[in-house]
């Protein structure tokens, strides 16, 4: 299963000096991580502001997902959707669309 995890760093609330030491312990962590077993990730990249960004991740076991999002809660507010993608989500649609049509004709 795929899924599409959204991150931002939390800052609202913070002093100046707050935000430093909470950005350096976010660097310090992340430097120390490994993948967990049994989680690919496909893309993790950062929006433009450098203040969160997306992570494209795959992984079998769900609880997969639960380890490597919640490592970093303490600094992040996270949100996961699983994914499919589009071409499998196509022939989806269309046979949803034509039971749609069929079911509303009387």
Known sequence: MKYMI????RAAGLTHDQNFSSTEGLLNAFGKWKPEDGLTVQAFVSNLA???GYVLAEASDPKVIV??????????????VPVVD???????????LAWARSASKS
């Not at 809660?73 to 996270?78: E, K, Q, R, S």
């Open 86 to 96: 589009v071409g499998e989500s196509v022939p989806i649609a269309a046979a949803s």
């Open 50 to 52: 450098g203040n969160g």
């Open 67 to 80: 380890a490597f999002v919640s490592k970093y809660n303490f600094w992040n507010d996270v949100n996961v």
């Open 6 to 9: 959204e991150y931002k760093i």
